[in-house]
C-alpha cells in the first residue's frame, strides 16, 4: 500500500533561518511521482514541484530545494533564509505513473511558522 | 489562462440536509476533474474523479455522490448529510496528455455540519 508520513507536525522558525520539511513514503510502485503542495491561509493548495521516481536530481528553485533520496524512501522540501509569507501547512503526496489518474496520496501536512 | 472556481466558500449545514457543492474550471477544454475532502488534522483524501461528462469514479465509499453535468463542472452532492461529512472540500483539475501529471486545486469550501 501507499503512504506518506511527514512526521513534523509543526515547525516554528524566526525569519531568516533554514527550515527542512522531512517526508517519508512507501510503495510497492516502481515508477511514481511525488509532489510538495503549499496550502496558505486562504485554504487553496498551491503546486510547488513534481518529482519522477527515475529522476533523483536535487532540484532548487530559487529559496525552495528538494533532496530525492530512492535509498531512503525520503523526499525534504528545504526552504534557506524562511520569510513570514512562507508560514502555511505543506503536504507531500505520492501517486502511482504509469496509469495516473490523479489520485494523490497525502502526507497529514507540515504547518510551518515563521515568526518575524 | 485557466483558472477553477469553488462555491460556496464556507457552508453550515444540519444534519440530515442535503449539500450541493460546485466546481466550475475555465480556459481549458476536457479536463480531468477530481473531488478531495480534507478532514480535521488528517490529509487529504481523494473522493470522486472524472475523465469527462457523465463518467465518475469513486475512491471510497461513502454519504457522497459526484455528478459533471458539462465539461467544466463537477458538482459534490449529497441527499442527507452526516456529522463525519464535515471538512474542507477542495475540487481539482488537471488536463488531459502526457507530462501534465499535476493538479491544480480551487480555494476550497468549508462544510461544517451540525
Known amino acids: 500500500a501507499q503512504k506518506v508520513t511527514q512526521a513534523q507536525t509543526e515547525i516554528s522558525v524566526v525569519e531568516k533561518e533554514d527550515v527542512t520539511l522531512d517526508c517519508v513514503y512507501e510503495t510497492r510502485d516502481t515508477t511514481y511521482y511525488l509532489f510538495w503542495y503549499k496550502q496558505p491561509p486562504s485554504g487553496e493548495l498551491v503546486f510547488l514541484i513534481r518529482r519522477n521516481s527515475f529522476d533523483e536530481q536535487n532540484e532548487i528553485s530559487g529559496r525552495y530545494s528538494w533532496n530525492f533520496q530512492k535509498s531512503t524512501s525520503s523526499f525534504n522540501f528545504t526552504i534557506t533564509a524562511s520569510q513570514v509569507v512562507d508560514s502555511a501547512v505543506y503536504f507531500c503526496a505520492l501517486s502511482e505513473a504509469l496509469l495516473w489518474t490523479g489520485k494523490l496520496i497525502f502526507g497529514q501536512g507540515t504547518t510551518l511558522q515563521v515568526k518575524p | 489562462s485557466q483558472t477553477i472556481h469553488q462555491w460556496p466558500a464556507t457552508l453550515v449545514q444540519p444534519v440530515g440536509s442535503p449539500l450541493s457543492l460546485e466546481c466550475t474550471v475555465e480556459?481549458?477544454?476536457?479536463?480531468?476533474l477530481y473531488w478531495y475532502r480534507q478532514a480535521a488534522g488528517r490529509g487529504l483524501q481523494l473522493l470522486f474523479y472524472s475523465v469527462g461528462i457523465g463518467q465518475i469514479s469513486s475512491e471510497v465509499p461513502q454519504n457522497l455522490s459526484a455528478s459533471r453535468p458539462q465539461d467544466r463542472q463537477f458538482i459534490l452532492s449529497s441527499k442527507k448529510l452526516l456529522l463525519s461529512d464535515s471538512g474542507f472540500y477542495l475540487c481539482?483539475?488537471?488536463?488531459?496528455?502526457?507530462?501534465?501529471?499535476?493538479?491544480?486545486f480551487g480555494s476550497g469550501t468549508q462544510l461544517s455540519v451540525l
Open positions: 480556459g481549458t477544454s476536457n479536463p480531468n
Open positions: 481539482a483539475w488537471r488536463s488531459g496528455g502526457a507530462a501534465n501529471e499535476k493538479l491544480f
